[in-house]
Structure formats: C-alpha cells, structure tokens
C-alpha cells in the first residue's frame, strides 16, 4: 500500500517536474522535415515551405496555450474555418466542465504532401509526439504521452498561412 | 541549474515511467476500450470494479466528461463523440485511475470541398482548368480513407470530360482541357452520391485568321477644306469602306465584342492607321482611297490579308 502511494507520489512529481523542464528549456520541439521532392501538381518553393512550417508550427505552440488557458481568442491567428471552430468548442466545453488540458509538443515529424494546383491550400503529414495533462478544477489527473499522425490543411491568408483542417488518424 | 534541473527531470520521469509500466498494464487492461470508433457513432466502454468514477475523453476537437458507476458500461449515444482524433481517456476512481487511448475515424463522406480555377478561361486550352476536392462527412471531419472521386466537365458541345481519381489523405486533384466550343460549362465533382458543381465560363480564344475586304464607299465624304478656297468649295474625296469577315478563334469561335483590330494603310506621302473595337463580330472603317495605297489589317498577333488599292 505504502509503496504504491509512493509510486503514485513519485510519478505525478516527475509528471510536474517534467512539464517544467519542458516549459523552461524544452519549448521548442524536435522538428524533421522530410524533403519534398514533389507535392503534386504545383512547384513548392523553399520560401512557401518555411512558411508553412514556421506557421504550423506556431499553431502548435498557440493551440496549447489556448487549451491551457481555456482562451479561445488564442486561436485567431493561426487557425480558420473547421480547425478554429472545433478547437474553439472544445476550449468552451473545458471551460463549462471547470477542465484544462496542456499539450505539451516535443517532436514532429513532417511531410508536405499536397500543394494545390492554384496555390491556394497546402496539406501536411505530420507525425507528432507530445504529453496531455488533464486538469480537472485545478487537480492533474493525468499525464499521457502520446504519439499521433496529424493530417493539416493550411490556407494562404494576408500575412500567413492558417491552419483549416487539423485532424489526427490511425497510425 | 536550468539545465541541471532538465536532466535530473527527464531522468525521473523515465524512471518513474520504467517503474510505472506494469502499473499501466494493469490499469488498462481492466479498462476495456474500442481501438477505433466511427465518427458519431453509438459505442459504449465497459467498466469493472465498483463505487463511483468519472471518466474524461479528451482531444483537441473535442472533450467529454462523465460520472459513471464502475461495473457497468458507459454508453455514448450516435453524435457525442463526432470530431477524428486520437482522443486520451482517463478513468478516475475513488482510489485509483485508468489510462487509455483510442481513435474517432470519419464517417461516410457526406460533403465535399471544391476548388474549381479558373472561373473563366479561353477555348482549347490544354490542363488549363483545375479541381481540387477535400472530401468531409457530417461532421466535417477529413474523410482519409481512400475513396474515389470522379471529375466531369459537362454542357458544352461534344463529348464532356470524365476523370476518376482516387483520394489520397482526403484529398483528389485534376486537371482537365478546356472544349474547343465557348460557352458556360458544369465542372462536377462526385463520390458516391455527394457531388458539388462550378460553373466554368469558356471564351473564345485569340483569333486565328483575320480577313478584310475593301470597297469605294457608296457616299463620298466632304474631305479636307483647301486653302485659299471659296467656303462651300470642297474637294470631296473618295474614300474606302473596309470590312473584316466575322472574327473567329482557332475552334471557330466569333471572338467577343471590343476586340482591337488595326487597320494599316500605307500611301505615296505617309501613313494612317485606325484601331477598331469589333461590333458584332466584325471590325469596319473607312480609310482614304490613295491610289497605290497599300491596306493590312492585324489583331493581336495575328495579321490579315493585303490589300492594295489601284491606280
């Protein structure tokens, strides 16, 4: 009995020392790019791929906050339509259940597999390795790894690109 | 330190991990759930033991929360649970919790999202239109599983366009020629029974052969006043009325309304040239008849036939 609470004890203090960690230093994920010999009926251009995942990438980061903080505002910038909507619901059902959850990115790894023939969407594979942590009024119930293929749909905006469609699938 | 904190951190985690691993085992095996579930599907997660529980679904599209009593099942009635992804479950007790994780997979696809460009482009232009199709279900989920989509160019003369081509990650492109006739063209995308249409406006394209025949005017018009002369003591002029065949495209096409075409006439002492806009169908002036003079006409890149008027 003594031994199981100490085991519990143990694992939610490395769960919390561990999300420290990660937000002090480790903020900034593992990232690979696979290289993209063709995606489909339009040229990508170095320029347009560092765009992309620089701006995918900070959706990430923005998406997290906004989940952590129960903020949906969080999510203007990086995300539209379908994507932006269901985040957002979801941000105001965590907030309705008195819930947090912290997604903690720390790889991804990245293909572009698809550029429209007018440039007007862009859509990416990416198989992504990050930390939940369920908060429940305050209390951390859980801390899970997981490991995830995300499939994205950004769209060019006036500055940027957002992201449409973000949706995990079956590995 | 920070850095000193990192390690020692990630050094406990993976210990604690190492140690919790038959933990684990035990926690999920006792929490019995479905690897996939269809997007807005009923489904239900047995449970065991008893006592109260509440147990979390959790995903960035989506998060459920439920008390449950443990030994019986939990039930999701169809639409709860209707946004794809890897969702986390966690299933705490009064004493102890449960881990697990499973997927929400789209349903049948049920919408499409269609990008047809451009909304107007010329005749007989070889890949010059594109289609591209997102394919969702209900829930406007990405339907990833490879399903067909068939493109179709329809309502212009001649046999339409048909091209079929599986989905790859939810998505399906072409690119299809534009019919050599002009007119208003029903660009289909279809799976299954979903189907979306655009409107694709086809032009003529630039014209192809450009033909003008001149004639004396039947009025002959008051010329240039000379000096020195009487008022109402005109030279009147002989002037020429040159006209163009109707203007037509390669495909047969009467090219649209405005079309610039230029009237070149080349004489003794100079030269004179006249941009006409093309009214229904032909372009028409009238230029001076010098004897000798030589009259060209062009539109576009494309140059007409010579005309040399006599002596």
């Not at chain 2, 790859?168 to 063209?185: I, M």
């Not at chain 2, 014209?207 to 005109?234: E, F, H, I, T, V």
């Not at chain 2, 649209?256 to 372009?283: H, L, N, S």
Request: glycine share 8%; aromatic share 6%.
């Amino acid at each position: 009995m003594h031994k199981t609470l100490l085991l519990v004890g143990c694992s939610i203090f490395a769960a919390m020392l561990g999300f420290a960690a990660d937000q002090t230093g480790a903020d900034k994920p593992a990232v690979r790019l696979a290289p993209t010999n063709t995606v489909g009926p339009r040229t990508l251009e170095k320029q347009t791929e560092t765009a992309v995942v620089r701006d995918y990438l900070e959706a990430w980061h923005n998406m997290s906050a906004a989940l952590e903080q129960n903020r949906a505002e969080l999510l203007e910038a990086d995300f539209v339509g379908t994507a932006k909507q269901k985040l957002s619901d979801t941000i105001h059902e965590q907030a309705r259940l008195g819930m947090e959850t912290r997604y903690r990115d720390t790889a991804h790894d990245l293909r572009l597999t698809f550029y429209s023939p007018e440039g007007m969407s862009i859509q990416l594979l990416d198989t992504v390795d990050y930390q939940v942590q369920i908060v429940d009024h305050g209390k951390v119930l859980s801390t899970q790894p997981v490991r995830a293929r995300y499939v994205a749909v950004l769209t060019p905006t006036e500055v940027r690109w957002k992201v449409r469609v973000f949706q995990a699938e079956p590995q | 330190m920070t850095f000193t904190v990192k390690v020692l951190g990630r050094l406990l985690v993976t210990a604690m991990l190492l140690t919790a691993i038959p933990l684990a085992i035990a926690q999920t095996g006792t929490l019995r759930l479905p690897r996939t579930v269809e997007a807005g599907s009923a489904f239900s997660i047995p449970t065991s033991g008893s006592g109260k529980a509440v147990l979390y679904i959790v995903g960035p599209a989506q998060v459920l929360r439920r008390e449950v009593k443990l030994g019986e099942s939990i039930s999701f009635a169809a639409g709860d649970l209707h946004n794809a992804g890897r969702y986390v479950v966690v299933l705490v007790g009064e004493s102890s919790s449960e881990n697990g994780a499973f997927d929400v997979v789209a349903s049948h696809p049920a919408s499409l999202s269609f990008l047809a460009k451009p909304s107007r482009l010329p005749v007989g232009l070889q890949n010059g239109i594109s289609g591209v199709v997102y394919v969702f279900d209900t829930y406007r989920n990405l339907v990833i599983a490879p399903t067909e989509v068939s493109f179709e160019l329809a309502g212009v003369a001649g046999a339409g366009q048909t091209r079929t081509v599986a989905t790859r990650d939810g998505v399906a492109w072409t690119k299809l020629n534009s019919a050599t006739k002009e007119g208003a063209a029903q660009f289909i995308a279809r799976d299954g029974s979903v189907s979306a249409t655009r409107v694709i406006q086809q032009v003529p394209g630039d014209p192809c052969r450009l033909r003008m025949n001149a004639r004396l005017s039947n009025q002959k018009l008051q010329g240039q006043k000379l000096s020195g002369s009487k008022p109402g003591d005109q030279k009147q002029e002989k002037r020429l009325t040159l006209e163009t065949d109707p203007v037509r495209d390669c495909g047969g096409n009467a090219v649209p309304d405005g079309t610039i075409v230029t009237f070149k006439e080349i004489y003794k002492d100079g030269e004179a040239t006249v941009d006409v806009p093309v009214k229904r169908g032909v372009a028409r002036t009238e230029m001076p008849a010098y004897p000798g003079a030589t009259i060209s006409v062009a539109t576009g890149v494309v140059m007409g036939n010579e005309i040399r008027w006599g002596k």
